[in-house]
T-cell receptor
Framework: DAGITQSPRHKVTETGTPVTLRCHQT?????MYWYRQDPGHGLRLIHY???????DKGEVSDGYSVSRSKTEDFLLTLESATSSQTSVYFC???????????????FGAGSRLTVL | AQSVTQPDIHITVSEGASLELRCNYS??????LFWYVQSPGQGLQLLLK??????LVQGIKGFEAEFKRSQSSFNLRKPSVHWSDAAEYFC??????????????FGTGTLLAVQP
């Protein structure tokens, strides 16, 4: 998948526990994204990053935080997981450094999170 | 705000029949438009994209899409569907590119079933 690795791929956790999902890329892409996918809602953008330490909120950012301390890694954290955050989470990347092309996203394989 | 509407949640076609999946978008500037496909349990794969120029674009797996600015549409078509085309299809609009505004907004998806 174009050098994108998501971990863990599957996780079951309990309400109130913290959870961190990791996205790692080997493509040197500038932009990284976290989407969640739910039936009837398609993919909704949670947060994205346009450079190291540069992040912005998407349409469903409440309850989530992100960090990007280096180009390769983009972490999504649920500080206190709730059942409504049960979902499949996809990381995506776009835009090599120095490129000036519109945003073709390449997606990871997804991380399935279940919050009991 | 940008938005994408896919009016058909679920479509069933017979193998060998033609296919058209509808997509309407709302965006104030020149849109960048995409179709992605997702097979069960998989990530998303880019089928085709429109940035500018010829309004009929060709993609992988024999798919094409036509951009119609007057109708704010970007419908996906295939002349003859194969059983392997059964999947979920997502239309997306690119909300700018470069800087801090490089992101995709997705529709809710159309699930395609193919009958033998």
């Amino acid at each position: 998948d174009a050098g994108i690795t998501q971990s863990p791929r599957h996780k079951v956790t309990e309400t109130g526990t913290p959870v961190t999902l990791r996205c790692h890329q080997t493509e040197n892409h500038r932009y990284m994204y976290w989407y969640r996918q739910d039936p009837g809602h398609g993919l909704r953008l949670i947060h994205y990053s346009y450079g190291v330490k540069d992040t912005d909120k998407g349409e469903v950012s409440d309850g989530y935080s992100v960090s990007r301390s280096k180009t390769e890694d983009f972490l999504l954290t649920l500080e206190s997981a709730t059942s409504s955050q049960t979902s499949v989470y996809f990381c995506a990347i776009s835009g090599r450094e120095g490129a000036r092309t519109p945003n073709v996203l390449t997606f990871g394989a997804g991380s399935r999170l279940t919050v009991l | 705000a940008q938005s994408v509407t896919q009016p058909d949640i679920h479509i069933t076609v017979s193998e060998g029949a033609s296919l058209e999946l509808r997509c309407n978008y709302s965006y104030g500037a020149t849109p960048y438009l995409f179709w992605y496909v997702q097979s069960p349990g998989q990530g998303l794969q880019l089928l085709l994209k429109y940035f500018s120029g010829d309004t009929l674009v060709q993609g992988i797996k024999g798919f094409e899409a036509e951009f119609k600015r007057s109708q704010s549409s970007f419908n996906l078509r295939k002349p003859s569907v194969h059983w392997s085309d059964a999947a979920e299809y997502f239309c997306a609009v690119g909300a700018g590119y470069g800087g801090a505004t490089n992101k995709l907004i997705f529709g809710t998806g159309t699930l395609l079933a193919v009958q033998p």
